[in-house]
């Protein structure tokens, strides 16, 4: 059983940066996408970016690809999602999702973390 989950989250100032962590853990990810979402109070859950686990291969939101990085780490098997200079803006429940196939450009995910929250202060 495939099992996400966040942590990495947290209270922190404008301006700085932030790396969430997804541990993946119940099968082997190679030939699976992860991706990440976020979701702000009163507004619908946003696409983020994802990397493909086999190639390494990212795609992120025009909204946020500036200051976002994914990276994995294959003998932790865990995922990461780093963003700079974070805004406000930013704040929202953060989540990560998994779903087989290597198109970092299909939205549709399969598994879903219980998300983590990630506050900006101005």
């Known amino acids: 059983q495939v099992q996400l989950v966040e942590s990495g989250g947290g209270l922190v100032q404008a301006g700085t940066s932030l790396r969430l962590s997804c541990a993946a853990s119940?099968?082997?990810?190679?030939?699976?996408?992860m991706g990440w979402f976020r979701q702000a109070p009163g507004k619908e859950r946003e696409f983020v970016g994802a990397?493909?686990?086999?190639?390494?291969?990212?795609y992120y939101a025009d909204s946020v690809k500036a200051r976002c990085t994914i990276s994995r780490d294959n003998a932790k098997n865990t995922v990461y999602l780093q963003i700079n200079s974070l805004k406000p803006e930013d704040t929202a429940v953060y989540y990560c999702?998994?779903?087989?196939?290597?198109?970092?450009?299909?939205?549709?995910?399969?598994?879903w973390g219980q998300g983590t929250q990630v506050t900006v202060s101005s």
């Open positions: 999702a998994a779903k087989s196939g290597s198109s970092v450009y299909s939205q549709r995910y399969d598994y």
């Open positions: 119940g099968r082997t990810f190679s030939g699976y996408t």
């Open positions: 990397l493909s686990w086999s190639s390494g291969s990212t």
